[in-house]
T-cell receptor, first 114, second 112 residues
Framework: AQSVTQLDSQVPVFEEAPVELRCNYS??????LFWYVQYPNQGLQLLLK??????LVESINGFEAEFNKSQTSFHLRKPSVHISDTAEYFC????????????FGAGTRLFVKA | NAGVTQTPKFRILKIGQSMTLQCTQD?????MYWYRQDPGMGLKLIYY???????DKGEVPNGYNVSRSTTEDFPLRLELAAPSQTSVYFC???????????FGNGTRLTVT
């Protein structure tokens, strides 16, 4: 069965510092991978996705994630964070064995300090 | 564009009561989902549907029921509310397995 593990529940970081939010998944077949962001009192929004092709994917606001099949990871990174990046970030996976339903990790709360 | 619309936004239920959380989407998406979000637990899939007339259980289906009679609507039914069902419920839809989910704004349910 597919599963997603986000290794850090909270990540505090100073503004303009780099950050990495870690995500590992379990699946034996081809997967689709997603990162979603949730700002306070809102629903989730797509940040970026990996479907196939280039293993490095980028979002419009400076985040990037790299698909690593051998390590079954899809870590999210940003070289320089802003206060406005404070939010909760969710990694998600869907694959054929799971009936293509999307399963989420427990989330990582990113807190950017001035 | 309305996207995914959930009603109500808030609801308080007494133990043993029943209710239906409504979800409708206007994007002609085949896939629809119900998740619950609890602090520190992320989103857990309750039920999902890949098209009208087709539904399947997710990770935490006990205590809930769904139906999908049309492409647009995917209501979630709680028959006998329990305190463990206190949560924020999100409905979502997508075009397919490789498409991102579009979320509603959520329903905050409290069972006392």
């Amino acid at each position: 069965a597919q599963s997603v593990t986000q290794l850090d529940s909270q990540v505090p970081v100073f503004e303009e510092a780099p950050v990495e939010l870690r995500c590992n998944y379990s699946s034996s077949v081809s997967v689709y991978l997603f990162w979603y962001v949730q700002y306070p009192n809102q629903g989730l929004q797509l940040l970026l996705k990996y479907l196939s092709g280039s293993t490095l994917v980028e979002s419009i606001n400076g985040f990037e994630a790299e698909f690593n099949k051998s390590q079954t990871s899809f870590h999210l990174r940003k070289p320089s964070v802003h206060i406005s990046d404070t939010a909760e970030y969710f990694c998600a996976v869907s694959d054929r064995t799971g009936g293509f339903k999307t399963i989420f990790g427990a989330g990582t709360r990113l807190f950017v300090k001035a | 564009n309305a996207g995914v619309t959930q009603t109500p936004k808030f609801r308080i239920l007494k133990i043993g009561q029943s209710m239906t959380l409504q979800c409708t989407q206007d994007m002609n998406h085949n896939y629809m989902y119900w998740y619950r979000q609890d602090p520190g637990m992320g989103l857990k899939l309750i039920y999902y549907s890949v098209g009208a007339g087709i539904t399947d259980k997710g990770e935490v289906p006990n205590g809930y029921n769904v139906s999908r009679s049309t492409t647009e609507d995917f209501p979630l039914r709680l028959e006998l509310a329990a305190p463990s069902q206190t949560s924020v419920y999100f409905c979502a839809s997508s075009k397919g397995a490789d498409s991102p989910l579009h979320f509603g704004n959520g329903t905050r349910l409290t069972v006392t």
